[in-house]
Structures are given as structure tokens and as C-alpha cells.
């Protein structure tokens, strides 16, 4: 799997937009990048994940370059409950497969600030 | 409500002894994980189980066992052998989709053996 490369933390304003930044340059032609976040002393809650192509759901937009080296997590209108560990993880997925764990680093500390 | 849930939130332990962690599902998912995870650090994959009566090592299986006789449970046991058991334990499920990671996650066990 390829590796990723998160900033350590960062801040934002509550109420703007959070925009988180994954490095994958190795990513490979067939690994699909998956979010996730965890808050302080709780289980991580799945939030997205994307091939290609933009995807967006209630909760955030992944917006994947063309060369697929980096993605960005967007949280559209951040708030306190945001402030939490976001995880960026590439994994390969095979067909009919797929249920052997994932990897998890150590990702990006958000902090929205009042 | 469907969910995962694992229980004790705490538990606390005399060293050398063995001790089982419950991790449930009622989500109909066929896959089932265990991680730990230490303080400022991500998860690390200890167990997995992708089909009941089936389970595959993870990355730091020694001094852990599981067993999954049952669909919606996979428990844990630490045992003596885990030489530094302390840590936050997390179990997660999946649906079996083809080749998706989207795991969900339980609230997590914190284990403190002294």
C-alpha cells in the first residue's frame, strides 16, 4: 500500500471551511484513498473514500488531483464537534476482497477554533 | 439501533493474568477487526476475521488470540505473553462489498494492567 503524508496538525475558524491535505505520490493505479476521523477517546468514524474522481457526501468532499498524488478533505462549514485525529490511508482494493484491515498512522490533529 | 459495542469501557488488570475483551455487532457484516492503539499514535491491526470459524493475524498478533463462532461476535484475549498489554483497545466490522474498507467502529476498550 502506498504511503501517505499528512500534516501533523492544524487550525481553523469555526464556521469556515477545513481543508485537510493527504501526500500518496505512490499511490497506484487501482488504491482508493479513505478518510477517517477519530474525536479524542472514541472509536474512528469512517468519513469518505474515492478512486478518481471528486466524490461528496453528507459529511465532507474529497477532491483527488488528476495524477492522483494527493487528495484534499474538505468539511464545508467546520464546527467544535469537528475538532478531531483525520486519518488519510490508501489501500488496495480487490474484488471480492477487501476485509484485511487497515493502517492507520498517525494523521492530522484539526483544532476549529471558537 | 445497529451498532458495534464492545465492552468494559475500562478494565483494569493484575499482570500475568489472561483477560478477554467482548466486541458484538448487529450489523450483518462479515468482517471483523481488532486494533490497539497507543497514546498519540495511530492503530495497529492485531486481528481479523473475514468469515466465521476464520481469522488471519495482523500485524502485532503475539500474545493476543480471538476466536468467531459467531457472526456478530469476535472477542480478544490478552494474554500473560503480550508483554506491555496497556493500551486502548478498538474492534471494528464490515460489510463484505466487493473490496471496501468502510469499517465501523466500536466506542473501544481501555485496558490498564499493573
Known amino acids: 500500500d502506498a504511503k501517505t503524508t499528512q500534516p501533523t496538525s492544524m487550525d481553523c475558524a469555526e464556521g469556515r471551511a477545513a481543508n485537510l491535505p493527504c501526500n500518496h505520490s505512490?499511490?497506484?493505479?487501482?488504491?482508493?484513498v479513505y478518510w477517517y476521523r477519530q474525536i479524542h477517546s472514541q472509536g474512528p468514524q469512517y468519513i469518505i473514500h474515492g478512486l478518481k474522481n471528486n466524490e461528496t457526501n453528507e459529511m465532507a468532499s474529497l477532491i483527488i488531483t488528476e495524477d492522483r498524488k494527493s487528495s484534499t478533505l474538505i468539511l464545508p462549514h467546520a464546527t467544535l464537534r469537528d475538532t478531531a485525529v483525520y486519518y488519510c490511508?490508501?489501500?488496495?482494493?480487490?474484488?471480492?476482497?477487501?476485509?484485511?484491515?487497515?493502517?492507520f498512522g498517525k494523521g492530522t490533529h484539526l483544532i476549529i477554533q471558537p | 439501533d445497529g451498532g458495534i459495542t464492545q465492552s468494559p469501557k475500562y478494565l483494569f488488570r493484575k499482570e500475568g493474568q489472561n483477560v478477554t475483551l467482548s466486541c458484538e455487532q448487529n450489523?450483518?457484516?462479515?468482517?471483523m477487526y481488532w486494533y490497539r492503539q497507543d497514546p498519540g499514535q495511530g492503530l495497529r491491526l492485531i486481528y481479523y476475521?473475514?468469515?466465521?470459524?476464520?481469522?488471519q493475524k495482523g500485524d502485532i498478533a503475539e500474545g493476543y488470540s480471538v476466536s468467531r463462532e459467531k457472526k456478530e461476535s469476535f472477542p480478544l484475549t490478552v494474554t500473560s505473553a503480550q508483554k506491555n498489554p496497556t493500551a486502548f483497545y478498538l474492534c471494528?466490522?464490515?460489510?463484505?462489498?466487493?473490496?471496501?474498507?468502510?469499517?465501523?467502529f466500536g466506542p473501544g476498550t481501555r485496558l490498564t494492567v499493573t
Open positions: 476475521s473475514q468469515i466465521v470459524n476464520d481469522f
Open positions: 505512490t499511490i497506484s493505479g487501482n488504491e482508493y
Open positions: 450489523l450483518n457484516h462479515d468482517a
Open positions: 490511508i490508501v489501500r488496495l482494493t480487490v474484488s471480492g476482497g477487501g476485509a484485511d484491515g487497515l493502517t
Open positions: 471494528a466490522s464490515s460489510p463484505h462489498r466487493g473490496g471496501s474498507y468502510e469499517q465501523y
